[in-house]
């Protein structure tokens, strides 16, 4: 079964404090991994797509990178502002159909 | 431009009762998606078109609800009847091919 597992659920970081978020999945012949952030009372934002291992996309101070098992949300020196949920989303084989992870809650303190 | 555009942004109606959930997709998107968001069970898929088609409807939860594409900028989702572990916050999502969804901003719906 396709499935997408985000860690922490949680992270609370201090302004400046760099850190990562975690996306694993087993998505039978995944041809996409999407980033969202969602504020509250919001629908989810795009923020980027990977397609392949190896690959890395950079936004003010947000970059993702694939591998063949897993993507990782990098936060350089972030701002409170950063502060959302954000989701990870595998595109399976059909090309149409996303499988969302449960998403992390990142909070920073000013 | 104009984005996903979800109608109504709350409902609150008592159990029993039939509720629609109307969304506007993007203009020449050919996909539409329903979500339903919980915080036990996340973001989940409940039904997606393409070009006006259901294609996959794997995930409704039971036949209480029934989800129409009558024409490409308009589709609705219907609850009835409606019970409450059906509260929740409803999505509606539209994208171009295999490009990235675009959401909108959901219905939060409340079932008394």
């Known amino acids: 079964e396709d499935q997408v597992t985000q860690s922490p659920e949680a992270l609370r970081l201090q302004e400046g404090e760099s850190s990562s978020l975690n996306c694993s999945y087993t998505v039978s012949g995944l041809r996409g991994l999407f980033w969202y952030r969602q504020d509250p009372g919001k629908g989810p934002e795009f923020l980027f797509t990977?397609?392949?291992a190896g690959e890395e996309k950079e936004k003010e101070r947000l970059k993702a990178t694939l591998t063949k098992k897993e993507s990782f949300l990098h936060i350089t020196a972030p701002k409170p502002e950063d502060s959302a949920t954000y989701l990870c989303a595998g595109m399976d084989s059909s090309a149409s159909k996303i499988i969302f992870g449960s998403g992390t809650r990142l909070s920073i303190r000013p | 431009d104009a984005g996903v555009i979800q109608s109504p942004r709350h409902e609150v109606t008592e159990m029993g009762q039939e509720v629609t959930l109307r969304c506007k997709p993007i203009?020449?998107?050919?996909?539409l998606f329903w979500y339903r968001q919980t915080m036990m069970r996340g973001l989940e898929l409940l039904i997606y078109?393409?070009?006006?088609?259901?294609?996959?409807d794997s995930g409704m939860p039971e036949d209480r609800f029934s989800a129409k594409m009558p024409n490409a900028s308009f589709s609705t989702l219907k609850i009835q009847p409606s019970e409450p572990r059906d509260s929740a916050v409803y999505f509606c999502?539209?994208?171009?091919?295999?490009?990235?969804?675009?959401f909108g901003d959901g219905t939060r719906l409340s079932i008394l």
């Open positions: 078109f393409n070009n006006n088609v259901p294609i996959d």
């Open positions: 999502a539209s994208s171009l091919g295999n490009q990235p969804q675009h």
């Open positions: 203009s020449g998107h050919d996909y």
């Open positions: 990977l397609y392949s």
